[in-house]
């Protein structure tokens, strides 16, 4: 029973039993959101990892005929100059023939310029098959040989012979001057 009484059409004032109520719930509030916290907080990812979500590749640096390999997340990125010998063996490829079947073109972002240059060819290095690490320049089509398995892949990275499903992956990236590139 109340301590209070009410007559008819009389409203009660917020007692202190109401007080005692809503402070309870407010502070069972505040307790649950600073357990949760921790919780959620910890699930994201690491600093050392946020930072490593993107990297800046100058490309000035690589010759024609040479590949820059760089670590981006944990992966090796393979950054390559193809020679014009290079390009023209990814262009004379007949897609229909192809595992994974995707232009040599479509390979490649817009540079700074707005234009395609296919003598920059950016991807992950890690073989689609189990994960290893392909040999650059080495395999039956001049592109990366994967010796875990024997995945053959051409000087586009696309998987031609062997037991890897895809392609290689292309990673996002974005020009950001006329030598640097952005992976991330």
């Known amino acids: 029973m109340s301590d209070t009484h009410i007559s008819d059409g009389e409203h009660e004032d917020p007692s202190r039993r109401d007080f005692i109520y809503i402070s309870t719930a407010a502070a069972a509030a505040v307790g649950a959101g600073s357990l ?9 990812a690491a600093s050392d990892t946020r930072a490593a979500g993107s990297i800046e590749i100058d490309v000035s640096k690589i010759e024609e005929g040479q590949q820059l390999k760089v670590l981006w997340r944990g992966k090796p990125v393979f950054v390559r100059y193809r020679t014009q010998k290079e390009i023209d063996a990814a262009d004379a490829v007949e897609i229909d023939g192809l595992r994974d079947p995707e232009t040599d073109e479509a390979r490649f972002r817009p540079a700074f310029d707005g234009k395609i240059h296919k003598n920059i060819l950016v991807m992950v290095g890690v073989c689609t098959h189990f994960g290893c690490i392909p040999v650059g320049e080495a395999g039956d089509f001049d592109g990366w040989y994967c010796p875990c398995h024997g995945s053959h892949y051409d000087t586009s990275g696309r ?3 062997g037991p890897a499903p895809k392609n290689m992956v292309i990673p996002e990236y974005t020009y950001i001057s006329d030598t640097v590139i952005k992976v991330g």
């Open 36 to 44: 949760a916290w921790p919780l959620v907080s910890q699930m994201s």
């Open 159 to 161: 998987i031609r012979k």
